[in-house]
């Protein structure tokens, strides 16, 4: 088996988020962080032959990085798999899936009552933002038909600032809110726009190409208050 530069690709963003992570045979990767307010879900090319288990993802993906063509020859008692390239092998061993932090559920969102997308430019800036300020907050608003943006740090009063105005949103709502998102929780795959949906029960969904997201968002976050 030889996988999809997309599956690759896919691997990698998911073990950002957690180095465990079990696969199916479905053709579906999921992955939770330790925290468990972070969850994602991807669609890819490839299915694998049996459920499995990698304790250490990175691990797994370096390893496979060895070969200029890395070819998986699947053990069939479902314990380890080769890799190979014909002329060099190395066998990496499969952990057991119970012993495991992961998911294999995907969330429904409960309401949604804000919807914007954030281009890949406006992410680096944000990011950006956020370094330069050492402020890890991103704070959604909605303020006079506007839909805003702003980096700060909600626990200091005289935390510098950072905002940008969304230029495609959909306000379903007449309460004031503000959204507070942890920003070191955007491990998000390389997309060129990020679909972001918001529950007022303190859940987002993000969409990027193939991956979807589900951030839980921070308990200082406000609804109507």
Request: hydrophobic residues 40%; aromatic residues 10%.
């Amino acid at each position: 088996m030889v996988l999809k530069q997309e599956t690759v690709d896919v691997l990698n963003n998911l073990a950002s988020i957690n180095s465990n992570i079990v696969i199916n045979g479905d053709g579906v990767l999921r992955s939770v962080n330790a925290m468990k307010n972070l969850m994602a879900r991807a669609e890819v090319p490839d299915k694998f032959p049996y459920r499995f288990g990698i304790y250490d993802l990175g691990e797994f993906l370096s390893a496979m990085g060895m070969f200029d063509s890395p070819e998986l020859v699947f053990d069939g008692a479902s314990k380890f798999v080769r890799i190979t390239d014909g002329k060099q092998s190395l066998r990496y061993n499969f952990a057991e899936p119970g012993n495991l932090i992961t998911t294999e559920k995907d969330l429904v969102m409960p309401s949604e009552e804000v919807k914007f997308i954030m281009s890949a430019a406006q992410l680096a800036t944000i990011r950006k933002a956020s370094s330069t300020l050492k402020a890890n907050d991103l704070v959604v608003t909605g303020d006079d038909g506007q839909l805003k943006m702003t980096v700060t740090d909600t626990k200091n009063p005289s935390s510098n600032e950072f905002s940008i105005v969304s230029e495609t949103f959909d306000i379903d709502t007449d309460v004031g809110f503000k959204f507070v998102f942890d920003i070191p929780n955007f491990r998000f795959v390389q997309s060129d726009a990020y679909k972001f949906t918001i529950s007022s029960k303190l859940l987002a969904s993000i969409e990027a190409d193939t991956v979807q997201y589900w951030v839980a968002l921070k308990k200082t976050s406000t609804f109507g208050a």
